[in-house]
């Protein structure tokens, strides 16, 4: 069984900056992807970041582009979110996804794309 921890969250003024991680523990696999999530109080999981391994693809929603970078070890199954320039709307529980399998670029912002998640951490920013 895989397990994927998300560390990092926490409280922010807006205008700041986090860092979330997350690391894969348990049986030994080799993901394809991964990518992180977040939802709202009364929204629909959301995709924000994912990465592709291999040719080191990343794709971003709209709403985080150029505020948000994702990047991470293939190897070890570690991916990171450095969060800058945070605005109230980013307020939300934060999860992380692997994918084993070969996926589209328009796949990978999928959420049912994705094997594994995380337990996710609470990210809010204050106006």
């Known amino acids: 069984q895989v397990q994927l921890v998300e560390s990092g969250g926490g409280l922010v003024q807006a205008g700041g900056s986090l860092r979330l991680s997350c690391a894969a523990s348990?049986?030994?696999?080799?993901?394809?992807?991964m990518a992180w999530f977040r939802q709202a109080p009364g929204k629909e999981r959301e995709f924000v970041a994912a990465i592709r391994w291999g040719v080191g693809i990343t794709y971003y929603a709209d709403s985080v582009n150029g505020r948000f970078t994702i990047s991470g070890d293939n190897a070890k199954n570690t991916v990171s979110l450095q969060m800058n320039r945070l605005k109230p709307e980013d307020t939300a529980i934060y999860y992380c996804a692997a994918r084993e399998a070969w996926g589209s670029s328009q796949a990978l912002r999928l959420k049912n794309a994705y094997d594994y998640w995380g337990q996710g951490t609470q990210v809010t920013v204050s106006s």
């Open positions: 348990g049986r030994t696999f080799s993901s394809y992807a």
